[in-house]
């Protein structure tokens, strides 16, 4: 039996892996509608965090004060040594507080971020990266690989959230940086379906050229399953954590303030932003592929 609470665009598709696998999951959500349709898929709803008593629980939450309140819920019920990992995106001080909290019970608090969106989730694909007690990870490993098929332990306590800043910091600095280039490259004269072949021939190519654009942008199907606030609410984390650790950002900062003006709303998809970056100055002003 796996705990998972949070059973929204990630945490619904970690539902669907775990039950297409056959793991009996007790889960719950704030929105009775994703407890009912947990139920229709096989799983256990419960309606409330304390009926979530397992040895291994998932966490898929949308910030530090959704999981600050489940926590108060769940630790007084887990058994000692049950192991929670969570996946959703925090300041790393908070998943170090959490843990601390965790500890004071007998619990192991591992802070999981992944990357892989709904369809890695989904396909028991993502990329966990894993702060806290390595021994706790290895407790809970046979589980979260269902979901994971990389999980990587990168240290103490915060450290899977210290990476994951800095994944999506990249990220969207090489989204914006591309389609900074991709424009200039369209009203010279080479338009994106021309230039993308080869940038991911040459060493221009990133995951921006060699995922994103020919998957979500190009095509227009922006249906990656990540809205452009989480990924505003990620690069704040990361601002937040350069200022904390002394290292102020300035490419980078030049890439968040893109993201913060481009007239892309939040509930938006986040590869919106980067159409929106190319189309601004285009020639076309089309934008995409
Ligand atoms: P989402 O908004 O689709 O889902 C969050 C779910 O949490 C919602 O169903 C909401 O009802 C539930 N929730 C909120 N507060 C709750 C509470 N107190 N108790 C129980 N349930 C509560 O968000 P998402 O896209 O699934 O992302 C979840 C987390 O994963 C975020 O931290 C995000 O940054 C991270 N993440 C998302 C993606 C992605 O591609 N969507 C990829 C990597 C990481």
Redesign the pocket.
Known sequence: MIGL?????????MLRRLRAEGQPVLA????PR?RQAAAEAGATAVDS?AGVTAAVVLL????A???S??LDDLLPVLPPGAVIAD????EPVAARGFAADAARVGIAYLDA??????AGAASGALAMMVGGDPAALERSRPLLSLVAARIVHVGPSGAGQIA?LANNLLVATHLAAAAEALRMADAAGLAPAALLPVLNAASGRSAATEVNWPRWIGTGAFD????AG?MR??LRLALGLAAEAGTPLSVCAAAVAAWEACPVADAEEFNRVADALFARRSPSGEGGA
């Open positions: 609470i949070g059973l929204g665009r990630m945490g619904g598709a719950y959500d704030l929105d994703l965090p898929s939450l949308p910030q004060a959704a999981v309140a489940v996946t959703s995106t925090l971020p992944v990357s892989g969106g709904p994951k990656s399953g990540f809205t989480l609410k990620d």
